[in-house]
């Protein structure tokens, strides 16, 4: 049993290599191995099929598969020999299309061929699996055309032969079955490689959709991929917030590449998971700074108070724990008002932020102290009822002049952190 599958297997790597070309893809390889081995069977049937109407009597039937037989084996011998795929193939098509017509007309029409000309059928299938599918319909078109000059003959026809009618049913039940099955099996191989194509290509979507949603507000990416290029919005009411590790640039030069970078990615993907629970919208990170916006796309009256709680969470992320063996500090600025919103680039685009909130909020970072979250005015209004902030006075802000500020020390219940 042992030596007959290694034989087998040898005999189908043989065939593989039948006709084949190192720059091939695996697509034409696989072409050229399933119409070699068709061949090959179907040589191998005729031989049995042309034997079977000999010995029935029917040395005129006989003789067409037989021939069909010796005509195919050379044929492959052919290819195997030029390499010539494409005349291989269009000679394979033809053999299948005329041998069942030919052996109908010499067993006398359709139902005392047992209908074989439906093996014709193979002809066009044959041509959407190996052949380029705008060619199939010729070749359907053709074995449609040999059934009507069948039924435009069939009067004209000996309809007696030699074979037994238990054979004549035998072999109408095994062309019907045998065609049928064909048939289904390339129906049900072609609608599972579809399941298997439009699964693939689902989940290539939702790689592709998150990656896209991890670069815009899922609103944002749901209007660039409707195609709508120009994407800008005014917002009159939203919040920025900006948080700088403090003292970063020393600390940079302390530390090798791979620590740094393993350091900033640990803090900052912590600041996304805080962005997800508050559900503001993360807009960048420059270097050390973290850029998030409460009110876009999406306008929410409590836009200032969310983003104040999610400054409160990361001072005290920030304060609770070491990074590389190293205490950090932040510097956290708010402000609010509104804004301008889209996006902007052709390739690596991103969506951004502009106006005069934008820059103050920038600012009430950059002037900020060590694990202070400074706020302006227009913030502290919003948020005065539920927090507790401290008045700092004024600071320069360039272009604005002297502004007031606040530092945020807690929610409102009475008692201010140290």
């Known amino acids: ?15 593989a290599k039948v ?13 050229k191995s399933l119409l070699v081995g068709g061949s090959l069977m179907f040589i191998v049937a005729g031989v049995l099929w042309g034997l079977l109407y000999v010995a029935f009597g029917e040395p005129l039937a006989g003789s067409i598969p037989l021939a069909y037989a010796g ?17 291989f193939r269009s000679s394979q098509f033809v053999l299948i299309l005329l041998l069942p017509f030919l052996l109908q007309l010499a067993l006398g029409g359709f139902v005392s061929s047992s209908a074989v000309i439906l093996w014709s059928l193979l002809c066009p299938l044959g041509a959407l699996l190996f052949d380029e599918p705008r060619r199939a319909p010729r070749w359907f078109a053709a074995f449609a055309a040999m059934v009507v000059a069948s039924g435009a003959i069939q009067p004209y026809l000996n309809t007696a032969n030699n074979l037994p009618a238990w054979l004549v049913i035998a072999l109408f039940v095994m062309n019907i079955v045998t065609i049928s099955a064909i048939v289904f099996t390339l129906l049900f191989s072609f609608v599972a490689q579809k399941e298997v194509t439009l699964g693939l290509l689902r989940a290539e979507q939702e790689k592709a959709e998150g990656l896209l949603l991890n670069i815009l507000p899922r609103d944002i990416a749901a209007i660039l991929k409707s195609g709508r290029r120009t994407i800008a919005d005014h917002y009159e009411d939203a919040s920025i917030l900006f948080a700088d590790v403090v003292n970063f640039t020393s600390l940079s030069a302390q530390m090798r590449a791979e620590e740094l970078v393993d350091m900033l990615n640990e803090v900052f993907s912590h600041f996304d998971g805080l962005a997800e629970k508050y559900d503001v919208e993360k807009i960048k990170t420059i270097g050390d700074c973290y850029m998030a916006a409460s009110g876009v796309p999406r306008p929410r009256p409590d836009n200032a108070r969310v983003l104040v709680r999610m400054a409160l969470d990361i001072r005290e992320y920030i304060a609770s724990r070491e990074f590389s063996g190293r205490r950090l500090e932040v510097r956290i600025g708010i ?33 900020g102290l060590k694990g202070a979250i400074q706020v302006t005015r227009g913030t502290y209004e919003r948020i005065k009822d539920q927090f507790d ?16 500020i606040w530092h945020v020390m807690d929610e409102s219940r009475g008692v201010a952190p140290p």
């Open 1 to 15: 049993m042992d030596t007959l599958h290694r034989s087998l297997r040898s005999l189908v790597k043989v065939i």
């Open 389 to 404: 902030c401290k008045s700092m006075g004024t600071v320069n802000v360039k272009g604005k002049g002297q502004i007031e």
């Open 71 to 87: 005509v195919s084996l050379v044929s492959v011998a052919l290819f195997a020999a030029t390499g010539r795929y494409a005349l």
């Open 335 to 367: 402000n609010s008002g509104p804004i301008v919103a889209g996006v902007i680039g052709r390739s690596r685009f991103i969506y951004d932020l502009w106006g005069d909130a934008v820059n103050v909020a920038s600012r009430m970072e950059s002037t």
């Open 19 to 31: 006709g084949t070309d190192p720059d091939d893809s695996d697509d034409v390889r696989l072409h």
